[in-house]
């Protein structure tokens, strides 16, 4: 009886516990004064306190109604740059998704971008990287990772460091081949290595449009554009590729087309692109579906503007096909289901949960909103959220 006493007690505090922390949690905006939002808003957005200058700075423009202004002051800690975005953006450059790996270009190319409010919706097909010009820093290598290994060793402030410079100088392939962040040395490295560049349409998905291949299925579409290494019959069921691989390969086939020229060169340790040429890795596993498509182009088409996939929003204003990463990337970019990821991530970077209630999903679309009219710029996407957030 005793431990029965003792176990209803632990259960009633740990009760309490919680219904203390909801009461707080659902009354800090009551509480929460001006000099301690934009305590909060600076911690969030930079990662550290404020100086005792742009604290006192912050707070005035709170209780002057703009606490945007004070987001933006925030923004200008060279931490938000060297640790909030790099720690954003470090998983979607690699398979693991991990936070733990060096600074590479499509990490310093993001940062860049959103501290000089590019565009963001050119991320996927700008000739654009960013370099720094840091004073002993290797030159920018094709072929290695030194110039952003020396700047995160030595931890440089890449808020005054980066530089912005033209991707197809730097990787010595055509503009027309350049594709944003997709065709960096490190998403090439991570997606266009052996496989058959599916992993990069997939990750594509993952890092931008916050879809993996399970959540686009549709097993409406034809299988014509399936390439010959699908089996149309795995383990000799055929109802194993009309039930589960169509349902994938029938979209994403189509559009990971247009990486058709694009490979990882493990000797070289480099970027390949071979206009005009298809890569073998296209070609392989022929005999598991003869009569399968066979690549003989770049040519890629989006067949899920109609169906289940069509609530991702891709802009009317675009004809759905094209040739090349670049315009694919173009394709995927200016979709509202782009848009949506970026200010979803934004938002459990900045507030430390997912959109969770009705209000978040307002303020969610709300932000996305303004995000697309106003040209795509994320630091304005951030200082949102955070206003949105620092009460909380």
């Known amino acids: 009886m005793k431990h029965g006493r003792q176990q209803h ?9 919680a219904a203390v922390l909801l009461v707080l949690q659902t009354t800090a905006p009551a509480w929460a004064g001006s000099r301690e939002q934009a305590r909060r808003l600076h911690d969030r957005l930079a990662g550290v306190p404020p100086s005792d200058v742009v604290l006192t700075q912050m707070q005035a423009d709170i209780d002057a109604g703009n606490p945007s202004a004070a987001a933006y002051l925030a923004m200008n800690n060279s931490n938000f740059y060297n640790v909030t975005l790099k720690n954003l953006v470090a998983p979607w450059t690699n398979r693991d998704q991990s936070v733990f790996v060096p600074l590479n270009d499509y990490t310093a190319t993001i940062i ?3 501290r000089d409010d590019v565009d963001f919706s050119t991320v996927l097909s700008a000739d654009l990287l960013y370099v720094a010009n840091t004073a002993g820093a290797p030159a920018y290598s094709p072929a290695n990772n030194n110039h952003y290994q020396y700047l995160d060793d030595n931890n440089v402030d890449l808020k005054s460091a980066l ?14 081949a350049t594709a ?25 998905l993952i890092n931008h449009l916050c879809r993996d291949m399970e959540q686009v299925q549709d097993g409406s579409l034809p299988p014509d554009r399936v390439r010959q290494d699908v089996s ?34 493990t000797t070289a340790t480099q970027l390949m692109y071979t206009e005009g040429q298809v890569q073998p890795k296209y070609l392989i596993n022929s005999n598991n579906f003869k009569s399968g498509y066979v690549t003989v182009d770049n040519h890629w088409d989006n067949r899920w503007r109609q169906g289940p996939n069509s609530v991702i929003g891709f802009d009317g204003t675009l004809t759905g096909s094209g040739t090349g990463a670049k315009s694919l990337g173009q394709e995927l970019a200016r979709s509202d289901g ?28 709300t932000i996305k909103g303004t995000f697309k009219s106003s040209g795509y710029k ?15």
């Open 180 to 204: 944003g962040v997709l065709t960096s040395r490190a998403a090439a490295a991570a997606f266009f290595i052996n496989g058959t560049n599916r992993a990069m349409f997939r990750f594509t």
């Open 9 to 17: 007690r632990t259960r009633r505090s740990a009760a309490l516990a």
């Open 232 to 265: 149309r019959s795995p383990g000799g069921d055929s109802r194993v590729f009309l039930n589960s691989c169509i349902t994938c390969h029938a979209g994403m086939d189509p559009m990971a087309q247009a990486f058709a020229y694009y490979n990882f060169d």
């Open 112 to 114: 860049g971008m959103v």
């Open 378 to 392: 994320m630091k304005q996407v951030f200082a949102d959220t955070a206003v949105y957030c620092m009460g909380s």
């Open 338 to 365: 782009f848009a949506q990821c970026q200010v979803e991530k934004v938002f459990k970077a900045v507030c430390f949960r997912t959109p969770g209630n009705a209000a978040d999903r307002a303020a969610v679309s």
């Open 163 to 176: 530089q912005p410079a033209a991707q197809s100088t730097l990787l010595g392939i055509p503009s027309a």
